[in-house]
Every structure is written in structure tokens, then in C-alpha cells.
């Protein structure tokens, strides 16, 4: 009996401790919050398209879920999946513009970040995740082309420290997930290969 697992990834730790010890955890609560409501459009749409989700990990820049045989699901599901996350960001964005309630320009600036941030081209963010499901044969290009530009974003974001610390830890983290990608590369194709034949 297959069981949805909800958890926080590792990562986040250096995220908690730094905003707690600078005194702004409640600014983070409010990103950690929005985070939740951007995998929440992904697992509502998940549910919609009749994928099951085997667990899904909260990550700095949004979540990693995993689903039962994805990359058999059409295009088009794939892609109502992948940008339900942003949709619900977007939503809560438009909520937070029109309607007064406190810290909401704050919460409109979160929104619009993680909006941004999720829609870069970059595997494993959205952006990269819709240009892997709309091209799957050019797999290893999009992972080449990610770790070269998060490594490029890290080092820039070094130029800043430690006001960027965030970016920074974010970026790398992205390097680190897409270097493992590409080690993996050639088994997650053989993967997907299988699994659309059978």
C-alpha cells in the first residue's frame, strides 16, 4: 500500500537557523508557507490528471514530488501538473495585490520571487521540468545547461554575501541536485524508455 510521504529536506535547515538567529522567522514562516501552497497547486493538479504522488519534500526553492510512472502521462498532463504549482503561487500573488490584510506586500513580493525563481529554465524548477516534458530527447543538453547556469548564478550570488546567502545556498543546492543528474542521465532515459514501452 503505496503512502503519500510529506517532509522537509535537509537543505532547509541552514535556512531556518539563519533566519531565526537574524530574527526574522517569521518573515521565513511566511516563505515556508507560500512554498507549501505552490506543491499543493502541483498535488491538486496531480490528483486532477489521476497520477499518484508517492512523496513530496519541501526544498528552498518549492518541493520535489515524487509520482508513479509520470513520464507516461501525455504531454499536456505533464505540463497541467507542472504548472499547477506556479498557478497557485500566482494565485495567492493576485490575492495578496487586492486584498488588505497584514504583511500582504510582503507576501505579494514572496509570491513574485518564487514565481520567477520556478519559472527560470533551470532543471529542476518548473521552467526546466516543462522543457524536459515538452523535449524529453534533449535531457542531457537540459542538464548540461543547468548546472552551467545555477554555477553561474551561485558565483554572481557570492558577489553579494552574505545578503544573498539564501541565493547562494539555493544555487548551489541546484548545482549539486543537476551533477547528480548527469551522472544518472543515461539510466533515468533507459528508465523512461521502459516505462513508456510497458
Known sequence: MNK???KVHPIMIPFFLFFYLSGEIAIYSIVFG?????EVGHLIA????????????ILPYG??????QFSKVSKSGQLFVIFGGPFFTFLLMIFSYFIDFPQDHFIFLT???????????????????????LFP????????FSIWSSSLIFLLSLAYFPQAISVSLI??????????YWRFRKYKLAFDQITKIA
Open 63 to 68: 518541493g520535489e514530488i515524487k509520482m508513479e
Open 46 to 57: 496531480a490528483k486532477l490528471v489521476g497520477i499518484k504522488v508517492r512523496s513530496c519534500t
Open 137 to 144: 530527447a534533449k535531457y542531457e543538453m537540459l542538464i548540461g
Open 111 to 133: 509570491q513574485l520571487i518564487i514565481l520567477c525563481l520556478n519559472l527560470l529554465p533551470i532543471y529542476p524548477l518548473d521552467g526546466g521540468r516543462a522543457l524536459d516534458a
Open 4 to 6: 503519500r510521504v510529506f
Open 171 to 180: 544555487f548551489l543546492f541546484i548545482v549539486l541536485q543537476n551533477y547528480a
Open 34 to 38: 507560500s512554498l507549501l501552497i505552490h
